[in-house]
């Protein structure tokens, strides 16, 4: 069993800063990918970041310059610190992870989403 927990949301002004986690637990092999996704009211799930297990890192264009993703490969987290917060980065945060289980196949994982919300 593989659970991913995040932590860090919360209500911010526009130009602050929150750093979310995302730690994994469980019978982890290794883990590929970890990543964030954002859910805004009434839009479609989109990828946020995305850093692989060799550090490379993918961001959507806008959140390029604010937002830096990071892990800890030795506590399975990953992190993404997000600065120059705007309101519309207003969103359910979800965290998802590529995760080899022990005796298992690479399979996809989600968190259950943390809400971040950023007034004008």
């Known amino acids: 069993q593989v659970q991913l927990m995040e932590s860090g949301g919360g209500l911010v002004q526009a130009g602050g800063s929150l750093r979310l986690s995302c730690a994994a637990s469980?019978?982890?092999?290794?883990?590929?990918?970890m990543g964030w996704y954002r859910q805004a009211p009434g839009k479609q799930r989109e990828l946020v970041a995305r850093?692989?297990?060799?550090?490379?890192?993918n961001y959507a264009d806008s959140v390029k310059g604010r937002f830096t993703i990071s892990r800890d490969n030795a506590k399975n987290t990953a992190y993404l610190q997000m600065n120059s917060l705007k309101p519309e980065d207003t969103a359910v945060y979800y965290c998802?992870?590529?995760?080899?289980?022990?005796?298992?196949?690479?399979?996809?994982?989600w968190g259950q989403g943390t809400q971040v919300t950023v007034s004008s």
């Open positions: 998802n992870a590529d995760i080899r289980g022990w005796g298992t196949a690479l399979l996809g994982y």
């Open positions: 469980g019978s982890i092999f290794s883990i590929n990918a």
């Open positions: 850093i692989i297990s060799g550090g490379s890192t």
